[in-house]
């Protein structure tokens, strides 16, 4: 089934499951962002066409490259949890920020050396410090960022592979190898 018209192919699709069992679709286009949520529904009752939500704009001179959904911490007065961590390209950088289900920015980041030729392939949140992100630079290997470190990817960019935090903050590659073995490497 179609969710939704799109006037561009997105760059970025990611797809988590809120609290309530509904699951969110997150649709990063080069000028937007948006939520879709899918509701169980009765049977007999259409679920189609999906609600969705604008919850960021590019800003003049930028373009969304991805955005991943994350836990975001409590501070400063604001309530953490669910949020959506977006990564916008401009002249001065790559610069994420985090923004709310429902719109609006909720903390900008630190950000992020980035080029042209750069092209984003995952992001990993670190809550309120700026994101470890996997980029292929100049159309090469892929390779981890965070802050000043780089590290190329094990074993390129092949296969199922997805990135996430150890109990320790560090950042974690996870590869599922022909064969069903699953392999989990720190970066």
């Given at each position: 089934r179609k969710?939704?018209?799109l006037d561009e192919r997105p760059s970025d699709l990611q797809v988590t499951v809120d609290a309530?069992?509904?699951?969110?679709?997150?649709?990063?286009?080069?000028?937007a962002i948006d939520v879709y949520t899918v509701r169980p529904t009765p049977p007999g009752e259409p679920g189609l066409p999906v609600p969705g939500r604008r919850v960021a704009v590019a800003a003049d001179g930028e373009a969304f490259v991805g955005g991943v959904f994350g836990n975001l911490p409590e501070a400063e007065g604001r309530k953490g949890g669910l949020a959506?961590?977006?990564?916008?390209w401009s002249a001065a950088g790559?610069?994420?920020r985090w923004v709310g289900l429902r719109g609006g920015t909720l903390t900008?980041?630190?950000s992020l050396p980035w080029s042209e030729s750069d092209r984003l392939l995952a992001l990993l949140p670190d809550g309120l410090r700026a994101p470890g992100v996997v980029v292929r630079v100049d159309g090469g290997a892929p390779v981890y960022r965070s802050g000043s470190s780089m590290v190329g990817l094990p074993g390129g960019s092949g296969g199922d592979w997805g990135l996430w935090r150890n109990r320790d903050g560090r950042a974690v590659l996870r590869r599922v190898h022909a064969g069903g073995p699953v392999s989990a490497t720190e970066l």
């Open positions: 969710l939704t018209d309530a069992g509904s699951v969110l679709l997150l649709v990063a286009l080069q000028d959506v961590l977006v990564a916008g790559l610069q994420p900008d980041l630190p």
